[in-house]
């Protein structure tokens, strides 16, 4: 019988962060857990859980290190409320001692895969690289006071040339994320679906769209400047023009953990203050 081991991702500018990887090291050490701090981007290579020390985007590198041997992960919400984030920190061994318990569930949320599509003459030297994303994946300029032109098609047929400050393609747990931001919908995360959002758009047609879950959406940079392509907040490439990237629902999905079923507009209320709004009688 294999030994439990968990991994801990943490904020790298939280002490708070390493003060409870510290306590819960100790305590979970004595009841014969092996325990490891995430370094360099590196799984251990033996966990059965990653836990991340952190707010939601402590959360979102987790998964991302997770998702290619499909390990679950728990959440720790080292800030304000978060949307993938589950316990508190006091909460931390408890929840890691339920888990190997079996009780819990898992919340099982849609990722993207997308793929970096470079022109012929440069992918000898720079292979095509997929990237997943769990919120969304960004086309977004490079200097202020430029648009970039990023022509769009979905399923392969051209739908639109969009001269913006970028473009958003966004899974349902993303749509709270820099797509709200955009002005573009909230999305239940148990959906299959994917929004594409424009970011500031310098033309008339400025609505975002939801997509079905199946749906193959390919930005190309079309004449004008360079575009960084950022995958759950990390730029990962530049985009030249006539580079495009390919995106669309990936087969795997990140495994959250969780304990309590979570209403996801409670969650919204919380977020937004919309408890003084709703209009109901006391």
């Known amino acids: 019988m294999s030994v439990p081991s968990v991994s801990f991702l943490l904020h ?3 002490a708070e962060a390493t003060a409870c990887f510290q306590e819960s090291q100790l305590e979970l050490k004595s009841m014969g857990i092996q325990v490891q701090e995430i370094t360099d981007a590196k799984l251990n290579g ?3 859980l990653v836990v991340s020390l952190g707010g939601d985007g402590t959360m979102l590198r987790a998964v991302d290190l997770s998702l290619e041997r499909n390990l679950p992960v728990l959440g720790v919400n080292l800030g304000n409320l978060g949307y993938l984030t589950e316990v508190d920190p006091s909460e931390t061994v408890q929840a890691i001692t339920k888990f190997y318990a079996g009780d819990y569930y898992i919340d099982s949320r849609m990722t993207l895969s997308c793929k970096i599509i470079l ?10 690289d997929v990237y997943f994303a769990l919120n969304e994946v960004v086309v977004e300029r490079q200097k202020s006071g430029h648009v970039v032109r990023v022509d769009v098609e979905i399923n392969g047929d051209s739908f639109i040339r969009y001269d913006a400050d970028g473009v958003i393609v966004a899974t349902p747990t993303g749509s709270t994320a820099y797509s709200l931001s955009a002005r573009g919908p909230i999305l239940s995360p148990s959906l299959d679906a994917i ?3 424009p970011i500031t758009p310098h033309m008339l047609f400025d609505r975002a769209i939801v997509l079905d879950g199946a749906s193959k959406v390919e930005l190309c940079l079309s004449t004008g400047p360079e575009a960084s392509v950022m995958v759950d907040g990390r730029v990962v490439a530049t985009l030249k023009n006539g580079d ?3 995106c669309e629902r990936s087969r795997i999905c990140a495994r ?3 304990y309590q079923p979570r209403q996801f507009h409670s969650i919204l209320k919380t977020k937004f203050g919309l408890s003084s709004k709703t ?4």
Not at 119 to 128: C, G, L, N
Not at 279 to 282: T, V
């Open 279 to 282: 209009g109901l009688r006391e």
């Open 12 to 14: 790298p500018k939280r």
């Open 46 to 48: 033996d966990e059965d």
């Open 119 to 128: 022109k012929e003459q440069d992918r000898e030297d720079h292979p095509d």
């Open 244 to 246: 495009c990237m390919l």
């Open 256 to 258: 959250l953990v969780r």
């Open 195 to 197: 929004v594409l959002t």
